[in-house]
């Protein structure tokens, strides 16, 4: 296929922090024969439209750090974006956020669980609208496309990179994934939460001889149990109520690739006897249907439960835990192998787009905090933890102990906060607070501080007076503390 066929393709943008939604959406819509972008937040959804303007921009609302109803308001309010198709996607109906998304620009909405002919009447509605009707025709169902979708994505799609660390544990991982990339058996992958089980996943996927097909991912806790078995396998018509029309699971979406099954530990025992009959026959049925279909389709399985313990309990087959364990690899906690976390540290530092400061660093105490704590969260509670610090530490070049949650700091002695610097422990957490929330929460510190002075509190902040009046106008519970100076 030529460069020049690939260019008439519609550009699609999908939006998501999740990277299970993202990646389910995207495995959608390269089904349908288009060739997506992806952005895991809304500042890298901005770089991404600077770099060439999509066709329609499909955008999770709720997400840390820059939310999509901002994303919404900075395209509509620039007159190069404001006639790109932004539809929101959601994962139930609430009337306030709705009202939000629509003052805020949003041309459409989608919800999760993704209905696939919804998805593709969004897409062909919005691409007739912009007259782009003759790519349209020429992407939808086209599998010649899906293939070269992948050919093209799967050499910069290497996720063995982004596995940081010197240690032997890690060492071990890498080496079990070379043995098993190019390998059709199932995998099973275990670990703590958070430990890194999906990029291992990935890394299998993309760096084997399958990369040039689908990748497909679904998280079992996500899912209600009545709707786990539809997505997986699919359903017909009249299947259940609300069943309008015929769709297809995700394990034909990943025909020929790989499906990654996360978190099979929490499958109820009726899904898991059907898995383990694909596993053993390579047959399915979609749900509400007779006869049988064929599937040819590699299964890894991550899970964060001691399976043995699950079956001693009866919460999982011992069969099916027989047939996925044919090679399995173990992801080790990061309390493990604390060698690792100053590598990991750095380099979440370095790829975040929260900081504008490039040689932003951890000092020596900082970083010796970071490798007695414990980390129950692993890997994902260090990058939360990395992208914390950056909100928290502003202008300043360096990362210190005071800019760490309390509960690492108060098992070393650290440094006193001046007077200068809010300390982060004096500013009211909790683990459900979005950064969005952190940072409001910090530049109220501020403010309060240097009483009201918007100068100041803009200068202590790192950012522009006219930033920090933008983010005192979009959040009422700034603007009794500013005053205008």
């Known amino acids: ?241 609300g069943a309008i029309r015929d769709k297809k699971g995700l394990v034909e979406v990943a025909e020929k690739g790989t499906l990654f099954v996360d978190e099979i530990g929490d499958m109820n025992l009726a899904v898991q006897a059907k898995i383990l009959a694909l596993l053993d026959s390579g047959l399915f049925r979609r749900l509400g249907e007779t006869k049988e279909r064929k599937a040819n389709v590699r299964i890894i399985a991550a899970t964060n439960h001691d399976l043995e313990k699950e079956i001693e309990k009866g919460r999982f087959r011992l069969d099916l835990f027989y047939r996925l364990n044919v090679f399995e690899i173990k992801v080790p906690p990061l309390r493990n192998r604390r060698d690792d976390i100053p590598l990991l540290a750095e380099y979440f530092l370095s790829q975040s787009s929260l900081t504008e400061i490039p040689e932003k660093s951890f000092s020596t105490d900082a970083m010796n905090i970071l490798q007695q704590y414990e980390w129950p969260g692993n890997v994902r509670e260090l990058y939360n933890m990395v992208e914390r610090a950056i909100v928290f530490s502003g202008p300043d070049k360096e990362i210190t102990p005071r800019h760490l949650p309390q509960e690492m700091t108060r098992q070393k002695g650290s440094e006193r906060p001046s007077a200068a610097q809010p300390h982060i422990n004096d500013i009211q957490l909790s683990d459900s607070m979005t950064l969005k929330e952190l940072e409001i929460a910090h530049i109220k510190k501020v403010l309060k501080q240097e009483k009201g002075n918007r100068t100041r509190s803009a200068k202590i902040l790192g950012i522009s007076r006219s930033t920090l009046k933008k983010k005192i106008a979009d959040n009422p519970s700034l603007r009794g503390i500013s005053r205008y100076k």
């Open 1 to 241: 296929m030529e460069d020049k066929q690939i260019k008439k393709q519609p550009d699609i943008l999908i939006v998501d922090d999740n990277e299970a939604n993202l990646t389910t959406l995207e495995a959608y819509l390269v089904t349908l024969g288009f060739y997506p972008r992806k952005a895991r937040e809304g500042s890298e959804a901005l770089k991404e439209v600077a770099k060439s303007t999509p066709d329609i921009i499909f955008l999770d609302l709720m997400m840390p750090g820059m939310d999509g109803f901002e994303v919404t308001r900075r395209l509509k309010s620039n007159p190069n974006t404001f006639k790109i198709p932004v539809v929101a996607i959601t994962a139930y109906y609430d009337r306030e956020n709705n009202v939000k998304a629509i003052e805020a620009g949003v041309d459409g909405f989608i919800t999760k669980p993704i209905d696939e002919p919804i998805l593709k009447a969004h897409i062909t509605s919005l691409l007739k609208m912009k007259g782009l009707e003759s790519e349209l025709n020429a992407s939808l169902n086209s599998l010649d496309n899906i293939r070269e979708y992948h050919r093209r994505i799967a050499p910069g799609r290497s996720r063995t990179r982004e596995i940081i660390g010197n240690s032997g544990l890690i060492k071990e991982v890498l080496s079990r994934i070379d043995m098993v990339k190019d390998s059709a058996v199932p995998i099973l992958i275990t670990g703590e939460s958070g430990a890194g089980k999906q990029l291992v996943a990935e890394a299998i996927h993309w760096e084997g001889k399958l990369a040039s097909e689908p990748f497909v991912q679904i998280n079992c806790p996500s899912l209600q149990e009545s709707l786990l078995e539809s997505e997986l396998f699919g359903h017909t018509k009249g299947a259940f109520t």
